[in-house]
Nanobody
Framework: VQLQASGGGLVHPGGSLRLSCAAS????????VVWFRQAPGKEREFVGG????????VYADSVKGRCTISRDNGQNTVHLQMHSLTPDDTAVYYC???????????????????WGQGTQVTVSS
């Protein structure tokens, strides 16, 4: 499966953004799909996502309550909706997918074989 992340840009603090991860070559509904982000000089950080077959997304504490991840099976896409953005949310955001994910390893980048190219989100006034 090939993944294409989009929707990044420049947002003012307190603003909102919706990122999309569109898939080709496979149905995302058959994969666990998550979002990571990586700020300059920092390690890749788990944001949230779905286990394969999961109906409820799991979120990192850093974004819980500000973030909604949803599947659009008709469009073969997973969305990441973020609001109340702060400069700490500035990063390159990546979507990733895997056929099988050990439950406790959902947040580990090494769990994922398929990655989108990343989309830059910059939160600044």
């Amino acid at each position: 499966v090939q993944l294409q992340a989009s929707g990044g840009g420049l947002v003012h603090p307190g603003g909102s953004l919706r990122l999309s991860c569109a898939a080709s070559g496979g149905r995302l509904s058959a994969y666990g799909v998550v979002w990571f982000r990586q700020a300059p000089g920092k390690e890749r950080e788990f944001v949230g996502g779905f286990h394969r077959g999961g109906t409820r997304a799991v979120y990192a504490d850093s974004v819980k309550g500000r973030c909604t991840i949803s599947r659009d099976n008709g469009q073969n896409t997973v969305h990441l909706q973020m609001h109340s953005l702060t400069p700490d949310d500035t990063a390159v955001y990546y979507c990733a997918a895997a056929n099988t994910i050990i439950y406790s390893q959902l947040g580990a980048p090494s769990s994922y074989a398929y990655w989108g190219q990343g989309t830059q989100v910059t939160v600044s006034s």
